[in-house]
């Protein structure tokens, strides 16, 4: 069973900067897509951005050009910058290997105005 330990979240004024990471308990020889997605109350979790095997990169236009993802083997980087309290959240980090998904537990990030 793969688990997916998060780290990083916290609280940051606006304008500020976080670093998300999430690494994979296991080694997996082919990750199909990993990534960041994120949920507010009463909301549909959403992405945020992914890496596709070949690492193609998927990012949500409202993060485009403040967020970056970075994938190192079976680690994978979130580099937040220019926060905004919109970008309030719980994130969660996402694994995709075959036809099995996998998510983390959720850190939460709070940005003050």
């Known amino acids: 069973q793969v688990q997916l330990v998060e780290s990083g979240g916290g609280l940051v004024q606006a304008g500020g900067s976080l670093r998300l990471s999430c690494a994979a308990s296991v080694t997996i020889q082919k990750i199909d897509r990993m990534g960041w997605y994120r949920q507010t109350p009463g909301n549909q979790r959403e992405l945020v951005a992914t890496?596709?095997?070949?690492?193609k990169i998927e990012t949500a236009g409202s993060v485009k050009g403040r967020f970056t993802i970075s994938r190192d083997k079976n680690t994978v980087h979130l580099q937040m910058n220019s926060l905004k309290p919109e970008d309030t959240a719980v994130y969660y980090c996402y694994l995709q290997h075959i036809w099995w998904d996998y998510w983390g537990q959720g850190t939460q990030v709070t940005v003050s105005s």
């Open positions: 890496i596709r095997d070949g690492d």
